[in-house]
């Protein structure tokens, strides 16, 4: 017995000292430990929610791969989470919170949680619409990202004929116009592409869908809905559709007759963003686009640390002192009651040009996708610009007019409104006069002619004043073959305007001849000779026959004083 409970202490003994150092490594292997759940499935094993916390301060190096996997796993459970419960009451409330996740690091989560929440419940279309165009103000490549990625799976479902996604995807994209997240050219575009060749699947996704963004289209492009009713109109006469589609067609227009009432473009709680907010995308069925599937996979970030607190100072100045969380209630009124008794708001410089560039969008994407000129007008002065910003909008203008292939007289009229409106605009214009002048090298000829016949309609209608002129100085030591061309379509252009006799009359106006001394020079007779035959060979030597009596005065005097200069009387019988 004795020696039975010797050996039995014996045998517990060993087992106390094999228990503490088993003890000790798990305690000094906790990263191993978790590493190795983590490696399992490629960070896909699943981790109950309340042991991520508990695990994550158990990791000591923060940019380790283990800590990245959990830090994914939890941004992509919140996302999801957010994105699930999202309807338009708490819509304002969850906004705040999405903002706290990293959306830059898990955008393609975002979007992907977006669509998947679509699908399964597309009576919320509006909702994650909304939502999407909430953080499209504040990060355009989330918003860009997620209509990729709507478009590539409208593709699929169209393809394969699968009515299901077809519709889902179309009314996304919908209520992404709707929201002025996605241009209006792509909606025309799906419409055009399902009543091409008609089918009675494709008639009744075109009818829902004009159903969901009729309103706004009528407002963005009336022409283009009119086009698209009158195709509805003609798949009615054909007559080779089925009765329940005729009746959709019959209800549509009915519809349309009523305004859309029922149908509006955005709810008023889901008017959220202000139209100088937002950022438009403007992309093809066509083109080619790239889902970057790769960003929905975890991936080690060896600039991890460094990103997120990048994200951390980015979410700080978008929600202020929300993002804080450390402050009362109470402080929080208090400050904010007293930075709007002072009338003090905080202004953040933004010095990375991405307002500016946004700005250009807006303006090209306006004057491409507008009718005529009124209509680009009246769509590029609701865009509020800043003091000193009127600059962009006349570079924007003039540049566009350059990349056509051949000048489009739309372009000059909607500059010439513009000027006509603000003095300001002209100011701008005279400047871009002189810009474009001082580099006309550097332009090709097609660019070269159109930037001409540009600003040769602004002067042929008085929109820019005359005195610009006095920025040319033709003579053979400062002109260059592309000044002198831009001239010569200058003024054939003009000439074309006001004939050569209004051009001429104005040439010769006494209170704008200091301003054309420098075109007719009259400081030497190789000048003046230079100008002379510059204008007559390209057909417009009447202009010049002011110039013409002044050098044959000029030759006079020059005679009378030496008569026996032979070379005086030589350029005098050349002259006349």
């Known amino acids: 017995m004795e020696m039975e409970m010797q050996g039995n202490d014996k045998d517990r003994g060993t087992r106390d000292r094999r228990d503490k150092v088993s003890s000790k490594q798990h305690t000094g292997s906790s990263d191993n430990r978790i590493?190795?759940?983590?490696?399992?499935?490629?960070?896909?094993?699943?981790?109950?929610?309340?042991?991520?916390?508990?695990?994550?301060?158990?990791?000591e190096d923060k940019s380790s791969l283990e800590y990245q996997k959990m830090t994914w796993d939890a941004l992509k459970k919140s996302i999801n989470g957010l994105v699930n419960k999202v309807n338009a009451a708490n819509i304002k409330d969850i906004v705040p919170e999405l903002f706290s996740e990293n959306l830059l690091r898990g955008r393609a989560l975002f979007a992907q949680s977006c669509i998947k929440s679509q699908m399964a419940s597309p009576a919320f279309t509006d909702v994650f619409a909304a939502l999407v165009a909430v953080v499209?103000?504040?990060?355009?490549?989330v918003g860009e990202l997620l209509l990729r990625m709507i478009?590539?799976?409208?593709?699929?479902?169209?393809?394969?004929?699968?009515?299901?996604?077809?519709?889902?995807?179309?009314k996304f994209i919908a209520h992404l116009v709707n929201q002025q997240v996605a241009h209006e050219l792509i909606a025309l575009e799906l419409l055009t592409l399902l009543l091409e060749n008609?089918?009675?699947?494709?008639?009744?996704?075109?009818?829902?869908f004009v159903a969901e963004c009729g309103s706004a289209l009528q407002d963005l492009s009336p022409k283009g809905l009119h086009g698209i009713f009158e195709r509805f109109r003609g798949i009615l006469h054909e007559g080779a559709m089925d009765k329940r589609v005729q009746f959709l067609i019959e209800g549509l227009f009915a519809l349309r007759k009523a305004k859309f009432q029922g149908h509006p473009a955005v709810r008023p709680e889901l008017d959220l963003v202000e139209l100088e907010d937002q950022i438009t995308h403007q992309a093809s069925l066509l083109d080619e686009m790239n889902a970057e599937d790769d960003l929905v996979v975890f991936k080690l970030d060896p600039d991890f640390l460094e990103n997120e607190k990048r994200y951390e100072d980015l979410k700080k100045t978008i929600l202020g002192n929300e993002a804080d969380g450390g402050d009362e209630g109470s402080d929080e009124d208090e400050s904010s009651h007293k930075e709007e008794s002072d009338g003090e708001q905080m202004r953040i410089a933004d010095e990375t040009g991405t307002d500016l560039v946004n700005l250009r969008r807006s303006i090209y994407l306006t004057i491409m996708s507008s009718v005529d000129f009124e209509e680009a007008g009246?769509?590029?002065?609701?865009?509020?610009?800043?003091?000193?910003?009127?600059?962009?909008?006349?570079?924007?203008?003039?540049?566009?007019?350059?990349?056509?292939?051949?000048?489009r007289r739309y372009y000059g009229l909607l500059g010439q409104k513009f000027c006509m409106i603000n003095r300001v605009y002209q100011d701008n214009f005279e400047e871009c006069f002189v810009q474009q002048y001082s580099m006309?090298?550097?332009?090709?000829?097609?660019?070269?002619?159109?930037?001409?016949?540009?600003?040769?309609?602004?002067?042929?209608?008085?929109?820019?004043?005359?005195?610009?002129?006095?920025?040319?100085?033709?003579?053979?030591?400062?002109?260059?073959?592309?000044?002198?061309?831009?001239?010569?379509?200058?003024?054939?252009?003009?000439?074309?305007?006001?004939?050569?006799?209004?051009?001429?009359?104005?040439?010769?106006?006494?209170?704008?001849?200091?301003?054309f001394e420098s075109i007719f020079p009259r400081d030497s007779p190789k000048n003046t000779r230079f100008s002379i035959n510059f204008f007559t060979s390209i057909g417009l030597g009447g202009i010049t026959e002011e110039l013409r009596g002044?050098?044959?005065?000029?030759?006079?005097?020059?005679?009378?004083?030496?008569?026996?200069?032979?070379?005086?009387?030589?350029?005098?019988?050349k002259c006349c």
């Open 35 to 59: 590493i190795q759940k983590l490696e399992k499935t490629g960070g896909g094993v699943y981790i109950p929610p309340f042991r991520l916390p508990s695990m994550m301060p158990e990791v």
């Open 136 to 141: 499209n103000t504040k990060f355009p490549q």
């Open 151 to 170: 478009i590539l799976r409208l593709r699929r479902a169209y393809k394969r004929n699968d009515k299901h996604q077809l519709v889902a995807a179309a």
């Open 198 to 208: 008609p089918t009675e699947d494709g008639v009744e996704v075109a009818v829902a």
């Open 378 to 407: 009246h769509k590029l002065l609701q865009i509020k610009l800043e003091p000193g910003q009127e600059m962009e909008l006349c570079t924007m203008l003039l540049e566009c007019a350059s990349q056509e292939k051949t000048y």
């Open 440 to 515: 006309v090298h550097r332009l090709e000829t097609n660019k070269l002619r159109n930037v001409g016949m540009f600003f040769a309609h602004l002067l042929g209608t008085d929109a820019l004043p005359w005195h610009v002129l006095a920025y040319i100085r033709l003579t053979e030591e400062d002109t260059t073959s592309s000044s002198r061309i831009f001239i010569k379509i200058l003024f054939q252009e003009l000439s074309e305007h006001l004939g050569v006799q209004r051009l001429k009359e104005r040439l010769s106006d006494p209170s704008l001849h200091a301003d």
């Open 550 to 573: 002044y050098l044959k005065s000029m030759h006079m005097q020059q005679s009378e004083e030496d008569p026996s200069d032979e070379t005086h009387r030589k350029r005098q019988r």
